[in-house]
């Protein structure tokens, strides 16, 4: 599975950004989804993920209520719709795709990256 993220940019705090993951290869159904954030001198952290049917999502707190994954995979595509942004969202952020562990926060649960979109939020 091959996966390019798209949507970033710079954005005020408050405003809204959705960001999208095209992935190529024919049992993107078979995975689950999710994104991550790395900022700078950070390491990269868990956002949200969802399953591989979609009928299950999982969100960091520090974005629960603010943004949303979804994903089509009549189109191949994960999205994630972010709202309320604040400065300190400001990272570059990755798709990934995994076999394992259900809507999983961990890194190690994910087989295949994007590679990544900048989103700056400007106070």
């Known amino acids: 599975v091959q996966l390019q993220a798209s949507g970033g940019g710079l954005v005020q705090a408050g405003d809204s950004l959705r960001l999208s993951c095209a992935a190529s290869?024919?049992?993107?159904?078979?995975?689950?989804l999710g994104w991550f954030r790395q900022a700078p001198g950070k390491e990269r952290e868990f956002v949200a993920a969802?399953?591989?049917?979609?009928?299950?999502?999982r969100y960091s707190d520090a974005v629960k209520d603010r943004f949303t994954i979804s994903r089509d995979s009549a189109k191949n595509m994960v999205y994630l719709e972010m709202n309320t942004l604040k400065p300190e969202d400001t990272a570059v952020y990755y798709c990934?795709?995994?076999?394992?562990?259900?809507?999983?926060?961990?890194?190690?649960?994910?087989?295949?990256w994007g590679q990544g979109t900048q989103v700056t939020v400007s106070s």
């Open positions: 969802v399953t591989r049917s979609g009928g299950s999502a």
């Open positions: 990934a795709a995994g076999a394992r562990g259900g809507a999983s926060w961990l890194r190690s649960d994910y087989d295949y």
């Open positions: 290869g024919r049992a993107f159904s078979m995975y689950n």
